[in-house]
């Protein structure tokens, strides 16, 4: 018979090996690109092509290290912690946490009314966070767009986020909270563990996440229970 382990033991796990592997990680790609600083001394031409591979995949563990950490943050998420929340707040402060990327992007994020529901502050704001990620990595060659909008459906508050970039392929579609995967060629390296962070937030605040394919773009949903 299997070993069962509790999310908090699979989270405890995570974060130990994310600090080790962290570590290492950082460690090999600043002191590759310590060796590739202009004015250091003159490298053979393919030693040097060789060493911008390690600084490239030492930026890609980067990634995937930071997103299993944030993984394993998500699954400790316990209804303990839960408090009354504004989403607009928290959605103003994953804006401000993307801002740099949103300029340089040329981004516009617009939104409706959203509701006060009850839950953990600083994931709800995550999940935010990663939804509009998600959606500026998918947006294509045009600027990216995206709206955040609210409705209240028997009991539930139904978030919508909507983008205007690639979409994903449908028979896809269903597999992209999933960890690890990639719902299209994105911009720049990720490490496919967004939307599954999403999907464990949202769960533990008793609630679902989908998406659907309008034309042209994606639409997440997901529901967070109203308490009352």
């Not at 890609?60 to 707040?89: C, H, Q, W």
């Not at 992007?105 to 409706?112: D, F, I, L, P, W």
């Not at 939804?131 to 947006?139: F, G, M, P």
């Not at 690890?180 to 533990?204: D, K, M, N």
């Amino acid at each position: 018979m299997g070993t069962e382990f509790s999310d908090v033991q699979v989270s405890d796990l995570l974060l130990r090996a994310c600090h080790d592997l962290r570590s290492a990680a950082r460690g090999l790609r600043t002191h590759s690109e310590l060796l590739l600083r202009p004015g250091q001394t003159a490298l053979d031409p393919e030693l040097e092509r060789r060493l911008g591979f390690v600084v490239d995949g030492a930026r890609k563990m980067d990634a995937l290290i930071e997103g299993l950490a944030n993984y394993s943050i998500a699954l400790r998420t316990e209804s303990g912690t839960f408090e009354r929340v504004r989403l607009p707040i928290l959605l103003r402060g994953a804006l401000r946490k993307l801002d740099a990327e949103l300029k340089s992007r040329g981004a516009q994020v617009t939104y409706g009314d959203l509701p006060e529901v009850t839950g953990h502050a600083d994931r709800l704001q995550q999940l935010l966070e990663h939804l509009l990620r998600n959606s500026l990595v998918h947006s294509g060659e045009e600027p990216p767009r995206v709206h955040v909008s609210a409705d209240h459906d028997a009991g539930f508050w139904r978030i919508a986020v909507r983008d205007h970039g690639t979409g994903v392929d449908p028979a896809t579609l269903e597999k992209i909270f999933e960890p690890f995967e990639h719902a299209t060629a994105s911009r720049q390296p990720t490490a496919g563990l967004g939307l599954a962070i999403c999907r464990a937030i949202v769960e533990r605040h008793g609630g679902r996440i989908w998406a659907e394919l309008p034309d042209p773009g994606l639409t997440v949903y997901l529901t967070l229970p109203d308490l009352g």
